[in-house]
């Protein structure tokens, strides 16, 4: 039975599950809701996301929500069997290692650069408002200095944990939608071992498809 993916083209978690399923090597079938009101509704709450969320992923009997636990189930269950990408190491010292990049990614990274995804992209194609300056000055700052730690952590290394994994993977698209904003790729490209690691990221074959197909 095939794997079934619910979400928005172009929503950054969703882009997180489809990467993941493509570096996995695993065929899917994505389901557009017809509106944001169809994930509002009484039958989607109850049976796929309590909060009315996206995204749902189903395999099988077998339903499952939030990008990141989805991601983390379908290379527990596949990694190895389709191709030989390891998102996650078997070693448990390095496994546990990725879960604390895993932790950086969404405890550290994520709060600023979301805001100004939201301000850059999202307040201006679905509010139709205007950025405020202010918050992005300060989400700037904020994701500066933890780009500063990320600098040092990548020192010698390719990746977060030393070879790509699902730490990394899921940076990538809310950077993506940042960095494309050209006020913002400084943030990156003035740090050269965040930049290294970023045009590694931009050049996996997974994340090229997705961008292409999907993300623009």
Not at 4 to 32: C, D, H, M, N, Q
Not at 90 to 107: C, I, M, P, R, W
Not at 117 to 128: D, G, P, T
Request: proline share 6%.
């Amino acid at each position: 039975m095939s794997i079934k993916l619910i979400g928005f083209p172009a929503s950054g978690p969703l882009l997180k599950v489809i990467i993941t399923l493509r570096e996995l090597g695993l065929p899917y079938e994505l389901e557009i809701p017809s509106n944001i009101q169809a994930i509002k509704e009484e039958d989607y709450i109850k049976n796929k996301h309590p909060f009315g969320k996206i995204p749902v992923l189903i395999d099988g009997d077998f339903v499952i929500n939030e990008s990141r636990p989805i991601c983390t189930y379908l290379v527990s269950k596949y990694q190895g069997k389709h191709n030989n990408t390891n998102l996650i190491p078997t070693d448990v010292h390095k496994a546990g290692l990725v879960g604390q990049y895993v932790s950086y990614e969404s405890s550290y990274y994520d709060p600023p650069i979301s805001k100004i995804v939201y301000q850059e992209i999202y307040a201006r194609k679905f509010q139709n408002k205007d950025p405020d300056p202010e918050v992005i000055k300060q989400a700037r700052e904020e994701l500066a200095k933890v780009l500063d730690v990320y600098e040092k952590i990548l020192e010698g290394k390719e990746y977060l944990n030393g070879e790509y994994s699902i730490a990394d993977l899921f940076h990538i698209p809310s950077t993506h939608y940042v960095y494309s904003i050209d006020a913002h790729s400084d943030l990156w490209d003035s740090r050269p071992n965040v930049k290294n690691w970023w045009n590694r990221l931009c050049n996996r074959e997974a994340v090229k498809k997705t961008i292409d197909e999907i993300a623009k």
